[in-house]
């Protein structure tokens, strides 16, 4: 398969995805509109008013936390198809993801040296 009919094929599948979409959408609007009711619109939380904001923010504490948790979960995400093609690539892919792990080891390393991780 050339590279034209593969871009003609992705822009085809595009172009399928998108009438998909568009038809989905104009099927719920010619089936009518929303009931609008008063309680609809009210935040609620476990069935009672809730006292907070809707929009509540979060401390910038937790950002060290979440960065930390991405990199574990990239690390997660990565090493299972590694894990499937491990035994056909060898040793280099055994370097490969050493220095992978080593680069996500600097990370922690480092967020552990600016207190990242101390409980607060």
């Known amino acids: ?58 401390h910038v504490r937790y950002y060290g936390y979440a960065l930390l948790f991405l990199a574990f979960d990239m690390e997660m995400a990565y090493m299972y198809p590694w894990a499937v093609v491990y035994k056909e690539e060898g040793l280099v892919a055994l370097v490969d993801m050493g220095v992978f792990l080593a680069i996500l080891f600097l990370g922690l390393l480092y967020g552990w040296s600016q207190g990242a991780l101390r409980r607060q």
Do not use: C, F, H
Request: hydrophobic residues 40%; glycine residues 16%; without cysteine.
């Open 1 to 58: 398969m050339s590279a034209t009919q593969q871009y003609l094929l992705l822009l085809g599948m595009a172009i399928g995805t998108l009438g998909v979409v568009l038809s989905l959408y104009g099927l719920a609007r010619a089936m009518g509109p929303t009931r609008g009711e008063p309680g609809k619109d009210v935040p609620a939380s476990a069935g009672t008013m809730s006292r907070d904001p809707v929009w509540g923010r979060y």
